[in-house]
């Protein structure tokens, strides 16, 4: 089990070219957000954006639409009831910063899941889909990222009493259904088939509500702009954690909020690279 470091992080991070154009960092779709949660997608949407996405399209009812066109004016929409499952032309797909539990959600999931060939990354009420009707595991494509905390993952997988048995659990899986599991926590671990690594930054001011949403946005992002799944899990998190870091400069870890947190990716950026 290795450490994530800034040097390892550094060395994945790529250079934005000076001639490059939106179509050179992807076009992801965020599938998230239901009557009352509609913030999750709004922060989901605003970290995919603030970490270098180059398109962003956010999957969302029609009639909580103008949350979205308020909050993330950048992102273009696609309204859920309009059935579509054909997403062929996104680069990669976020799926379940609050976007409920109901049988109709459940059948999109499952066709999403089947239809499109790109990148996944699962979170939230995505994988607490799975964990209602174990069968959608069996068609999770092959290196999609599920971002779960310990509860979601005991959902999933069977309680646990210690984290170390959790761990070997997520290493086992992750090998079994040739997954990355990016297990939330204290220390954050991303399980590929073939490494664990635990990350370096962050710390308790990200223990509030809609960091997970955030996280999501990252990951979903790096994926888009074409890095490899375990490179954009790794990024994602080193980011998401050190932006809360240097948040902590303005603010405590109990005043400390999501939104304040993206507002800092910019500047983890800049650190990463110096």
Do not use: C, W
């Not at 999403?112 to 607490?128: M, Q, R």
């Amino acid at each position: 089990m290795n450490k994530l470091t800034a040097i390892e992080v550094k060395s994945l991070l790529r250079q934005r070219g000076e001639a490059s154009n939106k179509s050179d960092y992807g076009h992801a779709l965020i599938i998230a957000g239901k009557k009352g949660t509609m913030g999750a997608a709004v922060i989901a949407a605003k970290a995919a954006l603030r970490s270098g996405v180059g398109l962003l399209t956010v999957h969302v009812p029609t009639d909580e639409r103008t949350i979205l066109q308020t909050a993330v004016p950048e992102a273009m929409l696609l309204m859920r009831e309009e059935n579509q499952t054909n997403f062929d032309h996104f680069s990669a797909i976020g799926v379940g910063p609050g976007l409920g539990l109901d049988k109709r959600t459940e059948e999109l999931f499952a066709d999403i899941l089947t239809e499109f060939k790109g990148p996944f990354v699962l979170d939230a009420d995505s994988i607490t889909l799975i964990s209602n009707n174990e069968k959608l595991l069996d068609v999770v494509p092959h290196k999609t990222i599920i971002t779960p905390h310990i509860g979601e993952f005991d959902r999933l997988f069977g309680v646990h009493q210690t984290n170390d048995d959790r761990m070997a659990t997520a290493i086992s899986k992750a090998r079994e259904y040739k997954l990355i599991i990016v297990l939330k926590g204290h220390h954050t671990a991303i399980i590929s088939e073939d490494e664990v690594f635990y990350n370096s930054t962050g710390n308790a001011g990200l223990a509030k509500g809609g960091s997970g949403d955030a996280l999501t946005g990252v990951i979903t992002s790096f994926l888009a702009q074409g890095y490899a799944p375990v490179n954009a899990a790794k990024l994602g998190v080193y980011l998401h954690g050190l932006a809360a870091d240097i948040t902590l400069q303005e603010q405590s870890m109990e005043s400390m909020l999501i939104t304040d947190v993206i507002g800092n990716f910019g500047n983890a950026f800049e650190l990463i690279r110096a």
